[in-house]
């Protein structure tokens, strides 16, 4: 399977804006052949706390941009919003992962970023998510849990490929490249990492998204602006890289 990271700015709290800076980059991603499109995290608004004005209902403008992208291009397409379930209370930062056939998935981010205030304006989610994608099994984790190495080694043994989407400031940069790396290392997986670009209301961030592969070898990098990268990734590989290297069977519950 082939999977591109779209590593985009975003205009703040504009989400007509943002759906059409991102089609033509869609676009161009399954151009160059991908199956699966990564956005960032809260692709359509930026990383906002004004849930009053950004907040939509599931399956609300967001989420059908990225069906409707989906569909147009025969690609899966994924990215977080803000994502009020059953029409009531606070919204979750929910990751849609949409299919070309109109299948859609959803998991909502456990970890909430309260450094930043995001336990006050979102609710928190209550499952891990984990989905056959072309017959890859990829499990789903937005920004913040990165730093939560236990959520990802519960999934490893069902997972090829993580996907994490991120709104990740550069002044904790050097944190963001070292968890991908290592959770791609511990876990024998795959590791997708799409980060923003541009400012995004006090914050500055720089990108360096990747896509890591299963000993922590970066197969795509960037950094600084928008840019697109690819890379193909296998569950062969994996497989591979857990038979030669049968780390994963040591690996031991946390006492209690």
Request: aromatic share 8%.
């Amino acid at each position: 399977m082939r999977v591109a990271v779209v590593q985009h700015d975003i205009v703040w709290e504009d989400k007509d804006a943002n759906f059409a800076r991102l089609a033509p980059q869609i676009e161009r991603a399954a151009s160059a052949g991908a199956d699966l499109v990564v956005l960032t995290e809260m692709f359509s608004t930026g990383f906002s706390m004004r849930t009053d004005v950004i907040a939509e209902p599931e399956g609300g403008p967001s989420s059908q941009f990225l069906l409707d992208r989906a569909a147009a291009h025969g690609v899966w397409v994924c990215g977080s919003c803000p994502e009020v379930g059953d029409g009531a209370g606070r919204p979750h930062n929910t990751l849609v992962l949409a299919g070309p056939d109109g299948t859609v998935h959803r998991y909502r981010k456990l970890h909430r970023f309260a450094y930043g205030g995001e336990d006050r304006s979102f609710a928190a989610g209550e499952h891990r998510v984990t989905v056959d994608v072309e017959g890859l099994r990829v499990s789903l984790f937005v920004c913040y849990d990165l730093r939560f190495a236990d959520d990802w080694w519960a999934l490893a043994l069902g997972t090829d490929v993580y996907v994490c989407v991120a709104n990740w400031p550069d002044t904790r940069r050097s944190h963001w490249s070292a968890l991908l790396r290592a959770r791609a290392i511990e876990n024998q997986a795959y590791v997708v990492g799409a980060n923003r670009v541009g400012r995004g209301g006090k914050l500055a961030y720089l990108g360096d998204s990747a896509i890591v592969d299963p000993l922590g070898e970066v197969l795509a990098g960037g950094a600084g602006g928008e840019a697109l990268l690819v890379a193909d990734v296998s569950a062969e590989r994996v497989a591979e890289v857990r038979a030669d290297l049968p780390f994963l069977a040591d690996r031991t519950a946390p006492p209690g």
